[in-house]
T-cell receptor, first 113, second 113 residues
């Protein structure tokens, strides 16, 4: 347990509405990540952050934006949700500095109708 | 282009026997590999990792083998237990690239009594 919580844990929304998912960590990890998990694709990186206000794109960043105004919080925003963004979203943190191991939160299941 | 492949979607093994999960990769720049275990409705849990400077790493019942020339790694679980029933993801990264992980599609392991 790397002290990661995600909120909400479940959300149902409609196409075209904005959605923000929150990842909160309590152990001062520098690197944070957002992944989505879909059948047949495993987990795919959406965006990541390497410090406050420092973020970069991952493999599947289209339609998503992120923000990190505090070390402990990493927000993922869907500006205008689409049905293709129905997925399970996982936040992760890098373990000890200099290692490549990541530790994951419990996930948010998002359904876009 | 799937850079990390897990070609077996599922595997069934009897309790007490060995489980062998396989993973292939195509990107020769990957130099650090990880296995995660995932139960339904939970986040992935880190199991074991291996650096490309090694060909084997062991942790209790779990052993990961790396064959760099074949771009192949495998996870051995001995002996298998019913609690090992889960989806196992292989992941890879290149050291120094912000630990961005590329995941396989997962193998569902069922350990039967």
């Amino acid at each position: 347990d790397a002290g990661i919580t995600q909120s909400p844990r479940h959300k149902v929304t409609e196409t075209g509405t904005p959605v923000t998912l929150r990842c909160h960590q309590t152990e001062n990890h520098r690197y944070m990540y957002w992944y989505r998990q879909d059948p047949g694709h495993g987990l795919r990186l959406i965006h990541y952050s390497y410090g406050v206000k420092d973020t970069d794109k991952g493999e599947v960043s289209d339609g998503y934006s992120v923000s990190r105004s505090k070390t402990e919080d990493f927000l993922l925003t869907l500006e205008s949700a689409t049905s293709s963004q129905t997925s399970v979203y996982f936040c992760a943190v890098q373990g000890a500095f200099g290692t490549d191991t990541q530790y994951f939160g419990p996930g948010t299941r998002l359904t876009v109708l | 282009d799937q850079q990390v492949k897990q070609n077996s979607p599922s595997l069934s093994v009897q309790e007490g026997r060995i489980s062998i999960l396989n993973c292939d990769y195509t990107n020769s720049m990957f130099d650090y590999f990880l296995w995660y275990k995932k139960y339904p409705a939970e986040g992935p849990t880190f199991l074991i990792s291996i650096s490309s400077i090694k060909d084997k790493n062991e942790d209790g019942r779990f052993t990961v083998f790396l064959n760099k020339s074949a771009k192949h790694l495998s996870l051995h679980i001995v002996p298998s237990q019913p609690g090992d029933s889960a989806v196992y993801f292989c992941a890879a990264t290149r050291t120094g690239t912000a630990s961005k992980l590329t995941f396989g599609t997962g193998t569902r392991l069922q350990v039967t009594l």
